[in-house]
């Protein structure tokens, strides 16, 4: 298993377009792709996105805790709330509520691409024992962060587990985690040979994907670009 960027997190939700406007109006983002089923959002379709899909609600919040972007100027990034915007912290993150269970952090940390993907914090009943398990699909072992969370990495990007309970939501928040590969058949037949459950494989007009279930039943996708890929 050899994924090489944390390609995209996506939701499943109940008003995807009142968030896709808070992103691509306060947080650099812009519109990359919409269809009758999902829009997908970022701020360089080659790095790190966020897909919102349409789904019945309201969504139950389930193994997520917040979803977290990397800015070059934290502050400079914080003006482009809203003014009267509440913003928690966490550690280095600072966090806004976007209700409905949806929560966007940002993180000051050298990048090239502002609002590429820094992490993303998941809930987990043990989050160490979560944390190992992760080097099965490819996820290298990182130090923890300024929250003192277990985490692991992809080429610097980072997924967290925070100490909670993850349930088992019938309509969760969480669509799934994906990571960029060269070679998405490939990383089938790997995740087959280690008994890794493969939920589906799909090929779509600019992808060929194929995902898996991690622990606590948060679902990965191993996505390969196809080289007619030609989002921006």
Do not use: C
């Not at 080097?135 to 300024?146: M, Q, V």
Request: no cysteine.
């Amino acid at each position: 298993m050899r994924p090489k960027t944390l390609d995209h997190v996506a939701y499943w939700l109940e008003d995807r377009d009142r968030v896709a406007d808070f992103l691509t109006s306060h947080v650099g983002m812009h519109v990359i792709e919409r269809t009758d089923k999902f829009t997908l959002v970022g701020s360089d379709a080659r790095r790190g996105k966020l897909t919102l899909f349409d789904a019945e609600g309201p969504r139950e919040r389930g193994a997520l805790k917040h979803v977290a972007l990397r800015v070059n100027d934290l502050e400079a990034a914080l003006r482009e709330l809203p003014v009267d915007m509440p913003v928690e912290r966490d550690g280095d993150t600072a966090i806004v509520d976007l209700g409905d269970g949806i929560r966007i952090g940002l993180v000051e940390a050298e990048t090239d691409t502002e609002y590429d993907l820094d992490h993303v914090a998941l809930y987990s009943a043990n989050p160490e024992a979560t944390a190992e398990r992760y080097g099965d699909y490819g996820f290298k072992a990182a130090d923890p962060g300024t929250n003192d969370a277990p985490r692991v990495e992809v080429s610097g990007a980072y997924v967290e587990f925070h100490d909670g309970d993850p349930g088992d939501p019938e309509k969760p928040l969480l669509n799934h985690l994906a990571v960029l590969v060269d070679s998405a058949e490939e990383h089938q037949s790997q995740a087959e040979e280690r008994d890794i459950e493969v939920q589906d494989f799909v090929d779509a007009p600019n992808t060929l994907a194929v995902f898996v279930w991690l622990p606590e039943r948060v679902r990965l996708e191993y996505v390969e670009h196809k080289p007619t890929f030609a989002l921006k």
